[in-house]
């Protein structure tokens, strides 16, 4: 039972270049949360999708970034036009969402963003 | 929103020695996980506790959602122990967006 899988593990883009980071949930997880992680700091929240919608963007900043969670393939964050301040971990989590209730969120193991 | 706190915010152990570690909340939760973030940065689910008290070998939580703290109590600590301890809650009732503690950094060492 595979887990939450995220690729690239590893991404470097210089200043101005398009960063895509990827993640597929846990089988049978119909909702997907990405957060990010700042070097020495916890974990932000950015944004929670289901499958072609997206539920509540109140994490993300104004510009630049985006998400999707399309009806096939993986969830997908996509960074435009990056600067050194994206340079983070982005940790996507999936959870089956129960009727009642929240359910346990499983993180992947990350794709660490460097910004030359 | 609600706040988390975790406490002590760094500790440093000699194998073998038992730790307990505290996250306090600001407002009433039904959902509260602890996560181990290894030195290599993987994100390790520990317990999903929203009350009670579990075990899983070494490693045991307790949270008493009435009182807004959960503990986690880890017994003859290992070197593999290292890492960031985070203890997560919702943001608000019946929902799964989580806010997650400022952590407890544990150092054990042989």
């Known amino acids: 039972n595979a887990g939450v899988m995220q690729n690239p593990r590893h991404l470097v883009r210089r200043r101005g270049q398009e960063a895509r980071l990827r993640c597929s949930p846990m089988?049978?997880?119909?909702?997907v949360y990405w957060y990010r992680q700042l070097p020495e700091e916890g974990l932000k929240f950015m944004v929670y999708?289901?499958?072609?919608?997206?539920?509540?963007e109140s994490g993300m900043p104004k510009e630049r970034f985006s998400a999707e969670f399309p009806k096939e393939g993986p969830s997908i964050l996509r960074i435009q036009q990056v600067v050194r301040g994206d340079s983070a971990a982005y940790f996507c989590a999936s959870s089956p969402r129960r009727d009642r209730g929240p359910g346990e969120l499983f993180f992947g193991e990350g794709s660490r963003l460097t910004v030359l | 929103g609600i706040q988390v706190e975790q406490s002590p915010p760094d500790l440093i152990l000699q194998e073998g020695a038992n730790s307990t570690l505290r996250c306090n909340f600001s407002d009433s939760v039904n959902n509260l996980q602890w996560f181990h973030q290894n030195p290599w940065g993987q994100l390790i689910n520990l317990f999903y506790?929203?009350?009670g008290t579990k075990q899983n070998g070494r490693l045991s939580a307790t949270t008493v959602a009435t009182e807004r703290y959960s503990l986690l109590y880890i017994s003859s600590s290992q070197t593999t122990d290292s890492g960031v301890y985070f203890c997560?809650?919702?943001?608000?009732?019946?929902?799964?967006?989580?806010?997650f503690g400022t952590g407890t950094r544990l150092q054990v060492f042989p």
């Open positions: 999708l289901q499958k072609e919608n997206i539920i509540d």
């Open positions: 506790i929203p009350s």
């Open positions: 997560a809650v919702p943001r608000s009732y019946n929902t799964d967006k989580l806010i």
């Open positions: 089988k049978g997880h119909s909702h």
